[in-house]
């Protein structure tokens, strides 16, 4: 035990030398390309088994581990970011929704970045929005670029809709607490498409139960929804009434006015398509 306790700190003690590294006059082993030493003695003539130096960093030394560390940093770093995305969007396409990608066609989209440069603030506030306007207006990719922006900061943020979340509270009867719980959990909740699900008064008690745990649980909140302002603020029942009054407490109303979207990326495919064909007449 000893011995090799012994040859353990040895090696630890012990200057690895290369064909270009030479003796200095101080009898200290110096890095044959950056000429700084790559030993040091040790403190008032003290030694230790025996040996009065021990290894130091050279600059060569020093700038390759900091190499090393940057790298292993940079790979932690997106395998965290591949982690969060994998478990924060419901669909891999919310990837590619990022302020990178944009066409800058959305006025609203400042916003957003604001949202994402002020998340401590915005986090620690609890300020959440509500985006709304028209279909096709980049509501979602809008808010797929905040979430993107800050699982990219290492942030978890879940993207998702009520049609999944109802699906997976019936598939899970006896673990709804749990479920909702988990959601409440993340940083950001992202509510895509809100008011698409079907108005059951078992679905509306289930958004309902959603967001108010959801504000309950003091953190933001950003959803998007096809329906108006004026439908939010004069809501057609009771049942409706206290889920958006939930949501209108919680969110900031922002309406989001790009054009429409999907009608743009049509109108572009069908231009490409009759590039493709010469100008041919065809019935599409």
Same mark, same amino acid.
């Given at each position: ?144 670029? +905040?979430?993107?922006? @800050?699982? =990219?900061?290492?942030? #978890? $943020? &879940?993207? !998702? ?58 953190k933001p909140l950003i959803v998007t929804t ?16 206290? +889920?958006?009054?939930? @949501?209108? =407490?919680?969110?900031? #109303? $922002? &309406?989001? !006015? ?27």
């Amino acid at each position: 035990m000893t011995d090799t306790f012994t040859d353990t700190i040895l090696n630890m003690t012990d200057t690895a030398a290369t064909p270009e590294d030479y003796t200095g006059e101080d009898g200290l082993l110096y890095c044959g390309k950056c000429r700084q030493p790559k030993e040091a003695y040790f403190p008032e003539g003290k030694t230790l088994f025996g040996r009065d130096r021990h290894p130091r960093e050279c600059d060569c030394q020093r700038a390759a581990r900091k190499e090393r560390e940057a790298a292993e940093k940079q790979r932690s770093h997106l395998e965290t970011v591949e982690r969060l995305k994998r478990r924060g969007f419901t669909d891999p396409a919310m990837r590619e929704w990022t302020f990178a990608n944009d066409n800058g066609k959305c006025p609203q989209m400042m916003k957003a970045k604001s949202y994402v440069e002020c998340w401590e603030q915005i986090s620690g506030g609890n300020y959440g929005l509500l985006l709304w306007g028209q279909v096709g207006t980049g509501k979602s990719y809008l808010a797929g670029c +905040i979430a993107n922006a @800050l699982m =990219e900061q290492e942030i #978890p $943020v &879940c993207m !998702t809709n009520f049609a999944l979340i109802l699906n997976d509270l019936a598939a899970s009867f006896k673990d709804r607490n749990e479920y909702i719980s988990r959601l409440c959990s993340f940083p950001l909740l992202i509510l895509d498409d809100f008011g698409m699900e079907r108005g059951t008064e078992y679905g509306l008690e289930q958004v309902y139960n959603v967001i108010d745990s959801r504000y309950r649980s003091k953190k933001p909140l950003i959803v998007t929804t096809n329906l108006t302002l004026e439908e939010l603020q004069h809501p057609e029942d009771t049942a409706h009434a206290r +889920i958006y009054d939930r @949501l209108l =407490e919680m969110c900031c #109303p $922002v &309406c989001v !006015t790009g054009e429409n979207f999907w009608k743009a990326t049509a109108q572009a495919k069908m231009e490409r398509l009759k590039t493709l064909l010469n100008g041919k007449e065809i019935c599409l």
